[in-house]
Nanobody, 125 residues
Framework: VQLQASGGGLVQAGGSLRLSCAAS????????MGWFRQAPGKERESVAA??????STYYVDSVKGRFTISRDKNTVYLQMNSLKPEDTGVYYC?????????????????????WGRGTEVTVSS
């Protein structure tokens, strides 16, 4: 699965961005999808995830109520509202096959087998 993330940019605190991650695979719907981010000088952390058909979503506490993950036929989105400077970082999308998804945690990098190149988000104060 090839993944291509886009939509990053520079935004002021309180603003919004929508990230997109397009998948090349026709069986995209068989993968759970996640978004991760890595701030400068910090480790990569999970942000949100969505199950294969979008029935369940998961968020890290710091983005609950502000970010929304969704998906359609071949793209997963991350709508980010009320952005804060601490949301700054490179955002990555990732795909998880069913076997690893159900045997591991949505927030773990090892759950995901396929990763896209990141898109950079900068939130100014």
């Amino acid at each position: 699965v090839q993944l291509q993330a886009s939509g990053g940019g520079l935004v002021q605190a309180g603003g919004s961005l929508r990230l997109s991650c397009a998948a090349s695979e026709r069986t995209f719907s068989s993968y759970a999808m996640g978004w991760f981010r890595q701030a400068p000088g910090k480790e990569r952390e999970s942000v949100a995830a969505i199950t294969r058909i979008g029935g369940s979503t998961y968020y890290v506490d710091s983005v609950k109520g502000r970010f929304t993950i969704s998906r359609d036929k071949n793209t997963v989105y991350l709508q980010m509202n009320s952005l804060k400077p601490e949301d700054t970082g490179v955002y990555y999308c990732a795909a998880a096959a069913a076997r690893s998804w159900y045997s591991s945690g949505w927030h773990l990098s090892d759950t995901y087998s396929y990763w896209g190149r990141g898109t950079e988000v900068t939130v100014s104060s």
